[in-house]
């Protein structure tokens, strides 16, 4: 261990001691004002944000190759951080009105943070099982947060559950490709792999990390705990989790598969291309069913992993894999933004005991709160895939890369699945704007400013995207 | 010397009764047990393997999992505690409320 | 550096954000404001009018800034015009200005939501017309579903959600496809450019076949062409006056413009093939539409299935790909926007007295409205294609071009016979036109006069507001139907240059 | 314009205006209309058409002062593209001009008649303010007349002949509230649209004609297309041709088309004369004269038009012996005289046609505006008679109800005041035949005029109608033996139905208290008709018969080329004078002998039987085109309408289908089933299949989490088994 090897882990170290000092003084902050670790964790994650940010352009590794500072980590990393920061804000006023205002929220998120940027820089599988542990666990306490509201248990414990689960799987394909490769580094397995002849065992291997990793981003068919923890969990959890946990298990994903697979790209290109197919097609179609907006927007969240999963279809073609991360890249920030600013709307509409969550209770929102109902019109035409939205353009970017990667009818399948969802999204705004209603909503300074900045950044970033289009292909440059 | 084929198909084994009583056995406590028998299976072929290449990787890589485990285990019960104040019953079958 | 496109397009923004920071309550301000906007955004279109060139058959007035040249991409900020589009700029122009002042009291609750979003329907309109680069356009072609969806929605009829969604997702469900078929374009043609990738060309012709399918995917339906058009009467039933005249008037136009800027130049050998197939659903939809429309119980919807059979004319004068199909197709659209949107605005205007748009309540009006009688005559009668009216002139030019495409075989086994039985449609809009005309203003009085005197008013004729609406459609319909000369010799050079492109056999 | 750079153009630069008078007539009229008085538009509007037709007289000279030379005046280009070029040109040359005198000279009389009948016409309908509305449609229809005989192109042509079709739309549907007894009804403006949709359909026609001109001949302009008419294939000129007699047969009455013309009986009396039996039903005779020299060159199409005309010329005359309406049996009889002029221009005879045309044009507006004297006459009388029933007391009431009601209502004639009382109007049409008889006493002026116009048409000698109609006889006695005999017997019948009408309506008792109290028309009235008896007694020297008289045929020679001028034939004149002259004697035995009374059946319905019900039934031609055409469309479209495209398509296809699978799928997406009970289905299948773990799965029945956890080892084992299996 060396300087330049805490230099490549510098913004996870310093969030580190941060979470960690700030749960000791959290234990001095009085309970009635919470709001200051919220405060000092904003203030962590800001700070992090900023060493983050001037480490872009960096290249190292460290740590004998566990990890990797790099564009795409960089990239991630600000992403994350920014979700993180959001999340706080979001989570500032809620949960002092959901009466679940305790310091550990704050240190808590910031330790799944730490995880989640662990694991875009992991370029070792023992540390991405780790970093994977590392986010998840936290997030299996936030999930059960509202305690003792039996939803929220009973998410926790789902999420948990199922979380381990899944996570047997991987580490069980990560002794396969241990046993395959004679390495968990991934830059020894992808030299491994070209020179062994049979695949079988790492085949298998790799699979079954996808399957861990199916199951953070929620693709189907490993996607059934998404609706119910996301339902049960408290909002600003949610918001947190499904941006934050996809975008995470997607930075692993990519980093994990173009770099050490390529070799079994052909098998697993079917593999990826179904699973990409039925999630866009299973969340969008579950999705219009939905009357209770937490989970229509858990299976849109759904949906979107689905899209996201377009772009590692072609990850073994090295013309285009290029593109195609950048693009998902792209794609994430633009979810993120999005979907961070929909369930800010959903947070100001709910009420205490889980009352305001139903479809109806948006009725005539247009009316009382036009502000407000013109952000989550933004927001879900965001979602669909409409100008004037960074959603459109990130979506024009995905399926360019599809195309470009000639899988024509998966570009198909995903434009035919977003008029699908342009169905429900729809009624949100029919529901807000076409619909009579007396609607209430909690007006907080942080979760107000929170949905106009990601509504804004929403609608600017889609006239000028070049600059973050060209920041994720640099992001990517170096990943090959 | 025993080849290392065994080990693999013992921790198969135990793999698969590890997701077998994930599915079957409706107690938390013992579905969790049955996870971290699925662990322990990957455990014991990450260590076959890890002797067959005489590496201490392999170890090293258990040790996390172990230590991992060990973190999970008590947040999981924690959480079952939990869930058993509210609910008398640690039955996952009775824990649907959430659906739709 | 020549902005004037741009100030074009974007001209109404100036009158959204003003909208913006008004209060909610002085309304007729919100009025004014947004019809000064769009006057204003007239006043413009005239200004790059006089700038334009007629006997340039190129894009002129271009604006091209690279906008998105990163990352593999080459999108650029693209606009220009030409002797295909500048005309139905100024149409979109001039019915916005009158499509506000028709809901001057029609539109009485939010009002200022109602004007922002009219405001933004005409940029992305403009836009529309005005993009040369496929991103850009797409992104315009988008953008024009929300303003819209939202004008049906809220201000609609008792079924205007359902009117709007539907009306959303297929227009949507075309448009996605196109999307594919551009980035298709886009990555193996390396620019988004539209004459760009006019020039490259070499498109192999089945590929070819898939986009062009792809592209009238999403132009069929908009039309809309028969057996697609199922849309349309929901979203004309339910909209509001000003929004049943934008969609006539310029939205339908979209999709036409769609055919004659990108498939024809972008696939002029599927375009080719095509031909045939696009003329004989748009014969059957010509004589369809018009059927259906005679047998309509309800005024709007009559005129709305009526559009279904104009815009047959349109798309068989297109896909006769003879300069006489094209111009009169083009010539026709002008004309359509004209007179079915003059249609809608006066039966928005009885309907804001009535409330009513059954047919069998009406009758005899001609007697207590004389001037909206006459009016609503003239327009009728241009919708009629009554010689000396625009309808002639376009669907006029549109046969001819038809018959000849037939004789020469662009049509194939389709031969004159498309074109012959088109003229039949001629004979059919005078069964439907006149049959609404004398149930609305002809016959024994209808019990709505009683009804409406019910409520302590009687039926007035036209203020003049409304005659301010309607007279310069009026001078339209005679000017086009008169001396047409000056709208064809703005896109002759245009259209010429088109035709020279296709293979024809 | 290269035609008139040689001659000296005249007056020629007054051809537009022809047009622009009327229309600045209309204009005046219908914007300041409001303001002025009834005499004011009156006048306005008879001045605009005389203007007319002064520029026609200017016109004339200018043509006969150039040897009849065709001279164009370019106005305006009208549509320029591709290949298409088309103007608005003007020329004037003798065909033309010939109709241009026709029209506004005619035209203007009936404008003259019309201050006069509409004065009246208007109070018997209480609603005075449409007198403007009417002068504003004369006007408009002069207009569009001169547009299309004055055209330079069959396009222009075209324009004027869709212009005039909505004029007599809007005529015809003058009094479009009611029906031609002024019950509130459909009736007028159905028959106004029977008429336009009629004409369109024959505008069909003229459209495919058009179209298979264009790409033979290359242009639509008459010179253009002519000067090609040796070169175009046969059988093309016979297409052209054929499809341009749809268009005549639409706009001049013609089988199968004639339908709407009896029913445009509907309009005031004036529009009768002047549109649906002057001028507009002639624009068809006019075409073909125009396109003499397609016609010339394909006798088959020749035949066929002439075969057609003779037809429709007994066809029609055979209804009007059945008709009792007094307007009716000259609608009848203005298709048979326009079967006369389309069976002459057929064939060949292009100046007999024109001849009929101009002399036709003057007995039959004589008639007609006649018929509209004998009508308003007898409504005057009815009301008349009306009030002599009512008991002074209310007659006075009524008088101070009108001094209070102010100045707007004292301007009614007195007779009116009680229009509304309903059973004035219930029974009583003045159109009547039965209703009338002995108005040869009470309306003496009238009685002799239409006495001219009836001897005119009946063809005897030396009215105008004889002359022409001798020339067409004997035109088609060198022709084709068949459609002189057909056209003999339709002269024989017409001089029969025109005997049985005045033997009906001005001989004989009064059958109606009505007729006996009919009144004489005043003065604006009468004078235009002497005008017209004049022209209808000497319209024949025009062209005589003789040697040295052929004015009309040279005239028209200058246009349509050299015609054969025929002579007096002694023995085809003498026939057709002889048959009418006993087909008014039968008329007078059946008739006027014994007149007859009030509520007696027609006595040759007797004698006929069935025939005469055929004929008095118009030949259920309306009931059979009802049937075939009207019927099976209305059905076609409402089923169209509602049962496919609503039903099927809009709701059944896009909701039940589309909505419906999308909600299905959804519904089967929904967690109920894929995601829990599908899921179970599978775990339970699996179950069976595994007879191990059977028992056991067979109990997870609600092992919600489990299921989740089978989900994903579903996953795993779908991926696993496709990867290893591969």
Same mark, same amino acid.
């Given at each position: 261990?060396?300087?330049?090897?805490?230099?490549?882990?510098?913004?996870?170290?310093?969030?580190?001691?941060?979470?960690?000092?700030?749960?000791?003084?959290?234990?001095?902050?009085?309970?009635?004002?919470?709001?200051?670790?919220?405060?000092?964790?904003?203030?962590?994650?800001?700070?992090?944000?900023?060493?983050?940010?001037?480490?872009?352009?960096?290249?190292?590794?460290?740590?004998?190759?566990?990890?990797?500072?790099?564009?795409?980590?960089?990239?991630?990393?600000?992403?994350?951080?920014?979700?993180?920061?959001?999340?706080?804000?979001?989570?500032?006023?809620?949960?002092?009105?959901?009466?679940?205002? #305790?310091?550990?929220?704050?240190?808590?998120?910031?330790?799944?943070?730490?995880?989640?940027?662990?694991?875009?820089?992991?370029?070792?599988?023992?540390?991405?099982?780790?970093?994977?542990?590392?986010?998840?666990?936290?997030?299996?306490?936030?999930?059960?947060?509202?305690?003792?509201?039996?939803?929220?248990?009973?998410?926790?414990?789902?999420?948990?559950?199922?979380?381990?689960?899944?996570?047997?799987?991987?580490?069980?394909?990560?002794?396969?490709?241990?046993?395959?490769?004679?390495?968990?580094?991934?830059?020894?397995?992808?030299?491994?792999?070209?020179?062994?002849?049979?695949?079988?065992?790492?085949?298998?291997?790799?699979?079954?990390?996808?399957?861990?990793?199916?199951?953070?981003?929620?693709?189907?068919?490993?996607?059934?705990?998404?609706?119910?923890?996301?339902?049960?969990?408290?909002?600003?959890?949610?918001? *947190?989790?499904?941006?934050?946990?996809?975008?995470?298990?997607?930075?692993?994903?990519?980093?994990?598969?173009?770099?050490?697979?390529?070799?079994?790209?052909?098998?697993?290109?079917?593999?990826?291309?179904?699973?990409?197919?039925?999630?866009?097609?299973?969340?969008?179609?579950?999705?219009?069913?939905?009357?209770?907006?937490?989970?229509?927007?858990?299976?849109?969240?759904?949906?979107?992993?689905?899209?996201?999963?377009?772009?590692?279809?072609?990850?073994?073609?090295?013309?285009?894999?290029?593109?195609?991360?950048?693009?998902?890249?792209?794609?994430?920030?633009?979810?993120?933004?999005?979907?961070?600013?929909?369930?800010?709307?959903?947070?100001?509409?709910?009420?205490?005991?889980?009352?305001?969550?139903?479809?109806? &209770?948006?009725?005539?929102?247009?009316?009382?709160?036009?502000?407000?109902?013109?952000?989550?019109?933004?927001?879900?035409?965001?979602?669909?895939?409409?100008?004037?939205?960074?959603?459109?353009?990130?979506?024009?970017?995905?399926?360019?890369?599809?195309?470009?990667?000639?899988?024509?009818?998966?570009?198909?399948?995903?434009?035919?699945?977003?008029?699908?969802?342009?169905?429900?999204?729809?009624?949100?705004?029919?529901?807000?704007?076409?619909?009579?209603?007396?609607?209430?909503?909690?007006?907080?300074?942080?979760?107000?400013?929170?949905?106009?900045?990601?509504?804004?950044?929403?609608?600017?970033?889609?006239?000028?995207?070049?600059?973050?289009?060209?920041?994720?292909?640099?992001?990517?440059?170096?990943?090959? | 010397?025993?080849?290392?084929?065994?080990?693999?198909?013992?921790?198969?084994?135990?793999?698969?009764?590890?997701?077998?009583?994930?599915?079957?056995?409706?107690?938390?406590?013992?579905?969790?047990?049955?996870?971290?028998?699925?662990?322990?299976?990957?455990?014991?072929?990450?260590?076959? /393997?890890?002797?067959?290449?005489?590496? *201490?990787?392999?170890?090293?890589?258990?040790?996390?999992?172990?230590?991992?485990?060990?973190?999970?285990?008590?947040?999981?019960?924690?959480?079952?505690?939990?869930?058993?104040?509210?609910?008398?019953?640690?039955?996952?079958?009775?824990?649907?409320?959430?659906?739709? | 550096?020549?902005?004037?496109?741009?100030?074009?397009?974007?001209?109404?923004?100036?009158?959204?954000?003003?909208?913006?920071?008004?209060?909610?309550?002085? #309304?007729?301000?919100?009025?004014?404001?947004?019809?000064?906007?769009?006057?204003?955004?007239?006043?413009?279109?005239?200004?790059?009018?006089?700038?334009?060139?007629?006997?340039?058959?190129?894009?002129?007035?271009?604006?091209?800034?690279?906008?998105?040249?990163?990352?593999?991409?080459?999108?650029?900020?693209?606009?220009?015009?030409?002797?295909?589009?500048?005309?139905?700029?100024?149409?979109?122009?001039?019915?916005?200005?009158?499509?506000?002042?028709?809901?001057?009291?029609?539109?009485?609750?939010?009002?200022?939501?109602?004007? @922002?979003?009219?405001?933004?329907?005409?940029?992305?309109?403009?836009?529309?017309?005005?993009?040369?680069?496929?991103?850009?356009?797409?992104?315009?072609?988008?953008?024009?579903?929300?303003?819209?969806?939202?004008?049906?929605?809220?201000?609609?009829?008792?079924?205007?959600?359902?009117?709007?969604?539907? =009306?959303?997702?297929?227009?949507?469900?075309?448009?996605?496809?196109?999307?594919?078929?551009?980035?298709?374009?886009?990555?193996?043609?390396?620019?988004?450019?539209?004459?760009?990738?006019?020039?490259?060309?070499?498109?192999? %012709?089945?590929?070819?076949?898939?986009?062009?399918?792809?592209?009238?995917?999403?132009?069929?339906?908009?039309?809309?062409?028969?057996?697609?058009?199922?849309?349309?009467?929901?979203?004309?039933?339910?909209?509001?006056?000003?929004?049943?005249?934008?969609?006539?008037?310029?939205?339908?136009?979209?999709?036409?413009?769609?055919?004659? #800027?990108?498939?024809?130049?972008?696939?002029?050998?599927?375009?080719?093939?095509?031909?045939?197939?696009?003329?004989?659903?748009?014969?059957?939809?010509?004589?369809?539409?018009?059927?259906? %429309?005679?047998?309509?119980?309800?005024?709007?919807?009559?005129?709305?299935?009526?559009?279904?059979?104009?815009?047959?004319?349109?798309?068989?004068?297109?896909?006769?790909?003879?300069?006489?199909?094209?111009?009169?197709?083009?010539?026709?659209?002008?004309?359509?926007?004209?007179?079915?949107?003059?249609?809608?605005?006066?039966?928005?205007?009885?309907?804001?007295?009535?409330?009513?748009?059954?047919?069998?309540?009406?009758?005899?009006?001609?007697?207590?409205?004389?001037?909206?009688?006459?009016?609503?005559?003239?327009?009728?009668?241009?919708?009629?294609?009554?010689?000396?009216?625009?309808?002639?002139?376009?669907?006029?030019?549109?046969?001819?071009?038809?018959?000849?495409?037939?004789?020469?075989?662009?049509?194939?086994?389709?031969?004159?016979?498309?074109?012959?039985?088109?003229?039949?449609?001629?004979?059919?809009?005078?069964?439907?036109?006149?049959?609404?005309?004398?149930?609305? =203003?002809?016959?024994?009085?209808?019990?709505?006069?009683?009804?409406?005197?019910?409520?302590?008013?009687?039926?007035? &004729?036209?203020?003049?507001?409304?005659?301010?609406?309607?007279?310069?459609?009026?001078?339209?319909? =005679?000017?086009?139907?008169?001396?047409?000369?000056?709208?064809?010799?703005?896109?002759?050079?245009?259209?010429?240059?088109?035709?020279?492109?296709?293979?024809?056999? | 314009?290269?035609?008139?750079?040689?001659?000296?153009?005249?007056?020629?630069?007054?051809?537009?205006?022809?047009?622009?008078?009327?229309?600045?007539?209309?204009?005046?009229?219908?914007?300041?209309?409001?303001?002025?008085?009834?005499?004011?538009?009156?006048?306005?509007?008879?001045?605009?058409?005389?203007?007319?037709?002064?520029?026609?007289?200017?016109?004339?000279?200018?043509?006969?002062?150039?040897?009849?030379?065709?001279?164009?005046?370019?106005?305006?280009?009208?549509?320029?593209?591709?290949?298409?070029?088309?103007?608005?040109?003007?020329?004037?040359?003798?065909?033309?001009?010939?109709?241009?005198?026709?029209?506004?000279?005619?035209?203007?009389?009936?404008?003259?008649?019309?201050?006069?009948?509409?004065?009246?016409?208007?109070?018997?309908?209480? &609603?005075?303010?449409?007198?403007?509305?009417?002068?504003?449609?004369?006007?408009?229809?002069?207009?569009?007349?001169?547009?299309?005989?004055?055209?330079?192109?069959?396009?222009?042509?075209?324009?004027?002949?869709?212009?005039?079709?909505?004029?007599?739309?809007?005529?015809?549907?003058?009094?479009?509230?009611?029906?031609?007894?002024?019950?509130? %009804?459909?009736?007028?403006?159905?028959?106004?649209?029977?008429?336009?949709?009629?004409?369109?359909?024959?505008?069909?026609?003229?459209?495919?004609?058009?179209?298979?001109?264009?790409?033979? /001949?290359?242009? *639509?302009?008459?010179?253009?297309?002519?000067?090609?008419?040796?070169?175009?294939?046969?059988?093309?000129?016979?297409?052209?041709?054929?499809?341009?007699?749809?268009?005549?047969?639409?706009?001049?009455?013609?089988?199968?088309?004639?339908?709407?013309?009896?029913?445009?009986?509907?309009?005031?009396?004036?529009?009768?004369?002047?549109?649906?039996?002057?001028?507009?039903?002639?624009?068809?005779?006019?075409?073909?004269?125009?396109?003499?020299?397609?016609?010339?060159?394909?006798?088959?199409?020749?035949?066929?038009?002439?075969?057609?005309?003779? @037809?429709?010329?007994?066809?029609?005359?055979?209804?009007?012996?059945?008709?009792?309406?007094?307007?009716?049996?000259?609608?009848?009889?203005?298709?048979?005289?326009?079967?006369?002029?389309?069976?002459?221009?057929?064939?060949?005879?292009?100046?007999?046609?024109?001849?009929?045309?101009?002399?036709?044009?003057?007995?039959?507006?004589?008639?007609?505006?006649?018929?509209?004297?004998?009508?308003?006459?007898?409504?005057?009388?009815?009301?008349?008679?009306?009030?002599?029933?009512?008991?002074?007391?209310?007659?006075?009431?009524?008088? #101070?109800?009108?001094?209070?009601?102010?100045?707007?209502?004292?301007?009614?004639?007195?007779?009116?005041?009680?229009?509304?009382?309903?059973?004035?109007?219930?029974?009583?049409?003045?159109?009547?035949?039965?209703?009338?008889?002995?108005?040869?006493?009470?309306?003496?002026?009238?009685?002799?005029?239409?006495?001219?116009?009836?001897?005119?048409?009946?063809?005897?000698?030396?009215?105008?109608?004889?002359?022409?109609? &001798?020339?067409?006889?004997?035109?088609?006695?060198?022709?084709?033996?068949?459609?002189?005999?057909?056209?003999?017997?339709?002269?024989?019948?017409?001089?029969?139905?025109?005997?049985?009408?005045?033997?009906?309506?001005?001989?004989?008792?009064?059958?109606?208290?009505?007729?006996?109290?009919?009144?004489?028309?005043?003065?604006?009235?009468?004078?235009?008709?002497?005008?017209?008896?004049?022209?209808?007694?000497?319209?024949?020297?025009?062209?005589?018969?003789?040697?040295?008289?052929?004015?009309?045929?040279?005239?028209?020679?200058?246009?349509?080329?050299?015609?054969?001028?025929?002579?007096?034939?002694?023995?085809?004149?003498?026939?057709?004078?002889?048959?009418?002259?006993?087909?008014?004697?039968? %008329?007078?035995?059946?008739?006027?002998?014994?007149?007859?009374?009030?509520?007696?059946?027609?006595?040759?319905?007797?004698?006929?039987?069935?025939?005469?019900?055929?004929?008095?039934?118009?030949?259920?031609?309306?009931?059979?085109?009802?049937?075939?055409?009207?019927?099976?469309?209305?059905?076609?479209?409402?089923?169209?309408?509602?049962?496919?495209?609503?039903?099927?398509?809009?709701?059944?296809?896009?909701?039940?289908?589309?909505?419906?699978?999308?909600?299905?799928?959804?519904?089967?997406?929904?967690?109920?089933?894929?995601?829990?009970?599908?899921?179970?289905?599978?775990?339970?299948?699996?179950?069976?299949?595994?007879?191990? *773990?059977?028992?056991?799965?067979?109990?997870?029945?609600?092992?919600?989490?489990?299921?989740?956890?089978?989900?994903?080892?579903?996953?795993?084992?779908?991926?696993?088994?496709?990867?290893?299996?591969?």
């Amino acid at each position: 261990m060396n300087q330049f090897d805490l230099t490549t882990i510098l913004p996870i170290t310093i969030l580190t001691v941060w979470a960690c000092v700030l749960l000791l003084v959290d234990l001095f902050i009085p309970k009635t004002r919470k709001g200051i670790t919220a405060l000092l964790s904003a203030l962590g994650l800001a700070a992090t944000l900023g060493f983050t940010l001037s480490q872009i352009g960096m290249e190292d590794s460290g740590f004998n190759g566990m990890v990797a500072l790099d564009g795409f980590s960089t990239f991630v990393n600000a992403l994350l951080l920014v979700s993180g920061l959001l999340g706080v804000a979001l989570a500032y006023g809620y949960v002092k009105r959901m009466g679940i205002e #305790r310091g550990e929220y704050y240190t808590l998120l910031l330790f799944s943070v730490v995880g989640m940027m662990l694991m875009a820089q992991a370029t070792d599988l023992i540390v991405v099982f780790l970093a994977l542990e590392l986010l998840s666990i936290p997030l299996y306490v936030l999930a059960a947060f509202s305690r003792p509201k039996t939803d929220s248990e009973e998410a926790g414990l789902k999420y948990f559950l199922l979380g381990a689960f899944s996570s047997g799987f991987l580490v069980y394909g990560i002794a396969l490709i241990f046993g395959a490769t004679q390495s968990t580094n991934i830059f020894a397995i992808v030299e491994s792999a070209s020179t062994s002849t049979s695949n079988l065992l790492l085949t298998i291997g790799a699979a079954l990390l996808l399957i861990g990793f199916g199951f953070k981003v929620a693709a189907v068919p490993f996607h059934m705990w998404t609706p119910d923890v996301y339902q049960g969990a408290p909002t600003a959890v949610t918001a *947190f989790m499904s941006s934050g946990a996809k975008i995470a298990g997607f930075a692993a994903l990519l980093r994990v598969f173009a770099t050490a697979f390529p070799a079994i790209a052909t098998d697993m290109t079917d593999v990826l291309w179904v699973l990409s197919a039925a999630t866009m097609i299973v969340g969008n179609v579950v999705a219009i069913a939905q009357t209770d907006i937490k989970r229509l927007l858990a299976y849109s969240s759904i949906a979107h992993a689905g899209y996201i999963l377009m772009v590692f279809v072609p990850y073994g073609n090295e013309n285009v894999v290029a593109t195609s991360v950048a693009a998902g890249l792209f794609y994430l920030v633009s979810y993120a933004f999005t979907n961070f600013g929909a369930w800010g709307v959903v947070i100001a509409l709910e009420k205490k005991e889980g009352k305001g969550l139903a479809l109806n &209770d948006y009725a005539g929102l247009s009316k009382r709160h036009p502000a407000l109902a013109a952000a989550m019109a933004v927001f879900m035409l965001s979602l669909i895939g409409l100008p004037p939205t960074i959603g459109l353009i990130g979506k024009i970017y995905l399926f360019r890369a599809v195309i470009d990667a000639g899988f024509v009818w998966l570009a198909i399948i995903g434009v035919l699945t977003s008029l699908v969802s342009a169905f429900y999204y729809l009624r949100v705004i029919v529901v807000m704007y076409m619909k009579d209603g007396e609607p209430t909503a909690e007006r907080e300074p942080w979760l107000d400013m929170t949905t106009a900045v990601t509504a804004l950044v929403t609608v600017i970033v889609s006239f000028v995207p070049q600059f973050l289009f060209a920041w994720a292909s640099d992001a990517v440059l170096k990943l090959f | 010397m025993i080849p290392v084929d065994y080990y693999i198909i013992l921790s198969a084994i135990l793999f698969v009764i590890g997701v077998l009583g994930v599915l079957i056995r409706r107690n938390a406590l013992i579905i969790f047990m049955s996870i971290e028998l699925m662990l322990n299976a990957a455990n014991l072929a990450i260590v076959a /393997f890890g002797s067959v290449i005489k590496s *201490f990787d392999g170890q090293i890589f258990v040790f996390f999992v172990i230590a991992v485990a060990a973190a999970e285990v008590a947040v999981g019960l924690a959480l079952i505690v939990e869930i058993f104040k509210s609910k008398r019953s640690i039955d996952v079958d009775q824990m649907s409320s959430l659906k739709g | 550096m020549n902005l004037s496109l741009t100030l074009l397009t974007f001209s109404p923004l100036i009158g959204i954000l003003v909208l913006l920071f008004m209060s909610g309550n002085n #309304r007729n301000t919100m009025r004014w404001t947004a019809l000064i906007t769009s006057l204003v955004t007239f006043g413009v279109s005239i200004l790059v009018f006089t700038m334009f060139n007629a006997s340039n058959p190129d894009l002129q007035l271009v604006e091209k800034y690279n906008w998105i040249t990163v990352a593999g991409w080459n999108i650029q900020y693209h606009l220009g015009v030409d002797g295909l589009s500048i005309l139905l700029i100024l149409l979109t122009t001039f019915l916005t200005p009158i499509s506000i002042l028709s809901t001057w009291t029609a539109v009485e609750e939010r009002v200022k939501e109602y004007m @922002i979003f009219f405001l933004l329907l005409e940029i992305g309109m403009n836009g529309v017309f005005l993009a040369q680069d496929l991103f850009l356009f797409y992104i315009f072609w988008e953008f024009t579903l929300v303003p819209m969806y939202f004008i049906i929605g809220i201000w609609g009829g008792p079924r205007r959600i359902y009117a709007a969604i539907k =009306f959303f997702l297929y227009t949507m469900a075309g448009s996605i496809l196109m999307l594919l078929a551009i980035l298709w374009l886009g990555v193996n043609g390396g620019t988004f450019s539209l004459p760009e990738l006019i020039a490259q060309g070499g498109i192999p %012709s089945n590929i070819q076949w898939w986009l062009f399918l792809a592209f009238a995917a999403a132009f069929a339906i908009k039309v809309p062409m028969w057996p697609l058009h199922s849309w349309l009467p929901d979203a004309h039933v339910e909209a509001p006056t000003a929004g049943s005249v934008i969609l006539a008037g310029v939205l339908l136009k979209l999709g036409t413009y769609g055919f004659v #800027r990108f498939n024809l130049p972008l696939f002029p050998e599927a375009a080719v093939r095509a031909a045939p197939w696009i003329a004989l659903l748009a014969t059957i939809g010509i004589i369809y539409g018009a059927a259906v %429309s005679y047998a309509q119980a309800d005024i709007k919807k009559l005129v709305a299935y009526s559009s279904v059979s104009h815009l047959g004319f349109v798309m068989l004068g297109l896909f006769a790909l003879n300069p006489e199909g094209i111009a009169g197709a083009i010539l026709q659209m002008i004309n359509h926007g004209i007179s079915t949107g003059a249609l809608f605005l006066l039966v928005g205007m009885i309907y804001e007295q009535t409330h009513t748009r059954e047919f069998k309540v009406y009758g005899g009006l001609w007697k207590i409205t004389p001037v909206f009688g006459t009016i609503f005559l003239i327009v009728a009668l241009s919708s009629m294609g009554l010689p000396g009216l625009n309808g002639f002139v376009g669907e006029f030019t549109i046969l001819l071009g038809a018959w000849g495409a037939g004789q020469n075989g662009v049509f194939y086994w389709g031969n004159v016979w498309f074109a012959a039985i088109s003229a039949l449609g001629v004979i059919m809009a005078a069964v439907y036109i006149l049959y609404m005309f004398q149930k609305m =203003f002809l016959g024994p009085q209808g019990e709505i006069v009683d009804e409406v005197k019910k409520h302590g008013h009687a039926i007035r &004729d036209l203020n003049w507001r409304e005659i301010v609406t309607v007279v310069p459609l009026l001078i339209f319909i =005679f000017w086009i139907g008169l001396y047409p000369a000056p709208f064809f010799d703005i896109m002759a050079p245009a259209v010429d240059k088109l035709v020279a492109m296709m293979p024809l056999p | 314009m290269h035609l008139s750079e040689t001659a000296n153009t005249g007056f020629l630069f007054l051809a537009p205006w022809l047009v622009f008078f009327p229309v600045i007539g209309l204009l005046i009229n219908g914007i300041f209309g409001g303001r002025l008085s009834e005499r004011m538009v009156g006048a306005v509007a008879s001045l605009a058409s005389g203007a007319a037709f002064v520029v026609s007289l200017l016109l004339f000279v200018t043509v006969s002062g150039s040897h009849g030379e065709a001279m164009r005046w370019h106005l305006a280009e009208w549509i320029h593209i591709g290949e298409l070029s088309l103007d608005w040109t003007f020329r004037v040359d003798s065909l033309s001009t010939t109709m241009m005198l026709v029209v506004s000279g005619v035209g203007t009389l009936i404008h003259i008649y019309a201050i006069g009948y509409m004065h009246e016409d208007v109070r018997f309908k209480s &609603d005075p303010g449409r007198f403007r509305r009417f002068f504003v449609f004369l006007n408009l229809f002069i207009a569009a007349m001169m547009i299309l005989v004055s055209g330079d192109s069959y396009l222009m042509l075209f324009v004027g002949w869709e212009g005039v079709g909505l004029c007599s739309f809007l005529l015809i549907g003058f009094w479009y509230e009611m029906d031609t007894l002024a019950r509130p %009804s459909w009736a007028n403006s159905d028959a106004a649209k029977k008429a336009f949709i009629a004409n369109r359909v024959g505008d069909f026609g003229f459209l495919i004609a058009g179209f298979l001109m264009f790409f033979a /001949f290359g242009s *639509f302009q008459f010179d253009a297309v002519f000067a090609k008419a040796h070169e175009v294939p046969h059988e093309m000129i016979i297409a052209i041709t054929l499809f341009m007699l749809i268009g005549v047969a639409g706009k001049s009455a013609q089988i199968p088309l004639y339908v709407w013309l009896p029913d445009a009986m509907a309009g005031p009396t004036p529009v009768s004369a002047l549109i649906h039996a002057a001028t507009m039903v002639t624009a068809g005779v006019y075409l073909i004269t125009r396109s003499a020299p397609l016609y010339s060159v394909v006798h088959e199409a020749q035949n066929i038009v002439a075969l057609v005309g003779a @037809i429709t010329a007994l066809f029609a005359a055979t209804i009007a012996v059945g008709q009792y309406d007094i307007k009716k049996v000259l609608a009848y009889s203005t298709i048979s005289q326009l079967g006369f002029m389309v069976a002459a221009v057929g064939m060949g005879a292009y100046v007999a046609g024109m001849f009929h045309l101009v002399t036709h044009a003057f007995f039959k507006a004589l008639l007609f505006l006649s018929a509209g004297s004998v009508i308003l006459g007898v409504e005057r009388g009815h009301h008349h008679a009306a009030h002599a029933h009512a008991s002074p007391l209310s007659q006075r009431e009524r008088a #101070r109800a009108r001094e209070s009601k102010g100045k707007k209502k004292e301007e009614r004639h007195d007779a009116h005041d009680d229009h509304a009382s309903a059973e004035h109007h219930e029974a009583f049409d003045p159109g009547d035949m039965r209703n009338m008889g002995g108005l040869r006493k009470t309306m003496p002026v009238t009685f002799w005029l239409y006495m001219i116009g009836t001897i005119a048409l009946a063809g005897l000698p030396p009215f105008a109608g004889f002359w022409s109609k &001798d020339e067409i006889l004997l035109d088609a006695s060198h022709h084709s033996q068949t459609i002189y005999w057909l056209l003999t017997v339709a002269a024989f019948f017409t001089a029969f139905y025109m005997g049985r009408q005045i033997w009906m309506v001005f001989f004989g008792e009064a059958r109606h208290e009505a007729a006996a109290h009919a009144e004489e028309s005043p003065k604006v009235m009468t004078v235009p008709l002497m005008i017209l008896a004049a022209l209808s007694i000497l319209g024949g020297a025009l062209n005589l018969p003789f040697e040295g008289f052929h004015n009309l045929g040279h005239w028209l020679e200058y246009t349509i080329g050299e015609v054969e001028a025929l002579g007096l034939d002694m023995q085809v004149a003498g026939v057709s004078t002889v048959l009418a002259l006993i087909a008014i004697l039968i %008329s007078w035995l059946l008739y006027g002998r014994n007149p007859m009374k009030q509520g007696q059946v027609d006595p040759l319905k007797k004698g006929l039987g069935p025939i005469f019900t055929g004929m008095e039934n118009k030949w259920y031609v309306d009931e059979l085109y009802h049937a075939i055409i009207v019927t099976p469309f209305n059905k076609i479209s409402y089923f169209l309408a509602d049962v496919i495209d609503w039903r099927f398509w809009h709701d059944w296809f896009h909701e039940k289908v589309i909505a419906g699978t999308y909600n299905w799928i959804s519904f089967i997406g929904l967690n109920e089933y894929a995601d829990q009970k599908g899921i179970d289905a599978i775990a339970n299948g699996l179950g069976v299949w595994t007879q191990n *773990f059977s028992a056991t799965l067979r109990k997870v029945q609600n092992g919600f989490v489990r299921s989740y956890a089978l989900s994903v080892l579903l996953g795993v084992v779908l991926i696993l088994g496709y990867l290893v299996l591969k």
